[in-house]
């Protein structure tokens, strides 16, 4: 009987580190199993997994999951009749998740999907394989899309002039925060050039959020939100006062279901409102 190389998949610590020091040969969750070799790779800032899972009522679905993606086929290297059977390969996965309190969100036959929390972040895993002894991982760490499409100052002025208001995803928040990071520099750039050119608009800015969690706690933080972007508007950027006012509607207003992660990435945002 074969044995399992237990010991030989291990988490790697280095996840305090930036993405760009992620290699592609080595992948920031695990090393692979011997004598295997990185076969292809690629990552991506942003890219999109299906994650298969038992729902609540113990019926199948598909989960989207987002955020920066990277996928590696490993190839067997050793002699073909001493392969590693696909249920080594994919119970060596299994193990090295849950021994750093991960889980199995569903197993068939050749592929298993996982999931982890390794400090602060949340990775969902893929794992596949045939009876040849190569694989594939597949992996995303959770986290919304830094936002490169930016409204310009006039392009706000033809959304509020043809909607009554337009919708930012580049203003941007830690998860549970309500301090602007600083990526959000360029969309509130543009927001107060609109405003400092049309001195007779004034706004509601608006907070919105997924209705993720307590609803009376989203409340709060979207109007939280939008009094930062206020704050910022009126005392940077020089905006009077009297042409902004700060409204927070949680979840209750959603542009997309809550369903997924991606339809809640929509329903997180920042919009103005003409009054």
Request: aromatic letters at 10%; proline letters at 3%.
């Amino acid at each position: 009987m074969k044995t399992i190389f237990i010991s030989n998949l291990l988490f790697f610590m280095s996840l305090g580190l930036t993405e760009q020091a992620y290699a592609c040969d080595q992948h920031p969750l695990f090393n692979h199993l011997p004598n295997h070799k990185v076969s292809f790779c690629e990552e991506n800032a942003f890219n999109r997994l299906k994650i298969k899972m038992t729902s609540s009522d113990g019926s199948l679905e598909d989960v989207i999951k987002s955020g920066y993606f990277i996928d590696s086929w490993f190839e067997f290297q050793g002699e073909f009749e001493k392969r590693p059977s696909a249920a080594e390969i994919i119970e060596n996965y299994k193990n090295a998740v849950i021994s750093k309190g991960g889980s199995v969100k569903y197993e068939s036959r050749g592929e298993v999907y996982l999931m982890v929390k390794v400090s602060g972040q949340t990775w969902w895993t893929r794992v596949s394989t045939d009876n040849s002894g190569t694989y594939r991982v597949e992996s995303v760490r959770e986290e919304a899309m830094d936002q490169s499409i930016i409204l310009s100052a006039e392009e706000i002025k033809q959304e509020l002039l043809d909607a009554g208001r337009a919708i930012f995803y580049g203003i941007l928040f830690d998860t549970d925060k309500a301090e602007i990071k600083q990526e959000s520099s360029e969309t509130l750039d543009e927001i107060a050039r609109f405003l400092l050119a049309n001195p007779s608009v004034n706004v509601y800015v608006v907070g919105h959020t997924d209705n993720t969690g307590n609803y009376a706690h989203n409340l709060d933080l979207s109007k939280k939100r939008a009094t930062a972007v206020v704050d910022h508007l009126t005392k940077k950027a020089g905006i009077p006062t009297h042409q902004l006012e700060a409204i927070g509607v949680g979840p209750v207003s959603p542009i997309s279901h809550n369903r997924t992660d991606t339809e809640k990435q929509k329903n997180r945002r920042v919009e103005l409102v003409v009054k």
